[in-house]
Antibody, heavy 120, light 112 residues
Framework: EVQLLESGGNLVQPGGSLRLSCAAS????????MTWVRQAPGKGLEWVST?????????FYADSVKGRFTISRDNSKNTMYLQMNSLRAEDTATYYC????????????WGIGTTVTVSS | DVVMTQSPLSLPVTLGQPASISCRSS???????????LNWFQQRPGQSPRRLIY???NRDSGVPDRFSGSGSGTDFTLKISRVEAEDVGVYYC?????????FGQGTKVEIK
């Protein structure tokens, strides 16, 4: 069974940092593009960042997080990460890990999400 | 950025009746490979989103055949042939043709 499990969400002060993790199982992680999507409380879905699968690693970021967030992956651990720095109140959201990019089908599997709250 | 505009934003429906959600993009979603990367997602209350439809009209495994997607270019539609109670939730269209990938605002489907 394909599974994605996020962790690392927490309450953090503005300007602080947090690292989210997404543990994957049930599919060939190393060749799969992976994406973070977030949802602010009571709001819609927002694409955050994508990292490519096989071949040279390519990363993409929403303008709202560019320069502050860094996406990465460790194929030996079947895990994707999102390093979040200089956090702002508007980064408060549930962060979902999703599998798949353009070639394999966008976001065909979603995790349960992890909650990040940025507040003093 | 490509703007995805859904309508209506709220859709009260009677059980057993059809429902239709429109999604329009601010530019064509036809990619250079000839595919159109328009997806539909369902988010039931309290749950993670789930993909229903990919590349305009392809139903994901396990998705009931009462759900169908259609459209081309900039104009797309998700239809539910006969709404059931389990269909309550918010539906999002999303384009994966152009960076950044963008979602529609969401359409809330509820039972009258």
């Amino acid at each position: 069974e394909v599974q994605l499990l996020e962790s690392g969400g927490n309450l953090v002060q503005p300007g602080g940092s947090l690292r989210l993790s997404c543990a994957a199982s049930g599919f060939t992680f190393s060749i799969s593009a992976m994406t973070w999507v977030r949802q602010a409380p009571g709001k819609g879905l927002e694409w955050v960042s994508t990292i490519s699968g096989s071949g040279a690693v390519t990363t993409f970021y929403a303008d709202s997080v560019k320069g502050r967030f860094t996406i990465s992956r460790d194929n030996s651990k079947n895990t994707m990460y999102l390093q979040m720095n200089s956090l702002r109140a508007e980064d408060t959201a549930t962060y979902y890990c999703t599998k798949g990019g353009r070639s394999s089908g966008h976001m065909d599997v979603w995790g349960i999400g992890t909650t990040v709250t940025v507040s003093s | 950025d490509v703007v995805m505009t859904q309508s209506p934003l709220s859709l009260p429906v009677t059980l057993g009746q059809p429902a239709s959600i429109s999604c329009r993009s601010s530019q064509s979603l036809v990619y250079s490979d000839g595919n159109t990367y328009l997806n539909w997602f369902q988010q039931r209350p309290g749950q993670s989103p789930r993909r229903l439809i990919y590349k305009v009209s392809n139903r994901d495994s396990g998705v009931p055949d009462r759900f169908s997607g259609s459209g081309s270019g900039t104009d797309f539609t998700l239809k539910i042939s006969r709404v059931e109670a389990e269909d309550v939730g918010v539906y999002y269209c999303m384009q994966g043709t152009h960076w950044p990938w963008t979602f529609g605002q969401g359409t809330k489907v509820e039972i009258k």
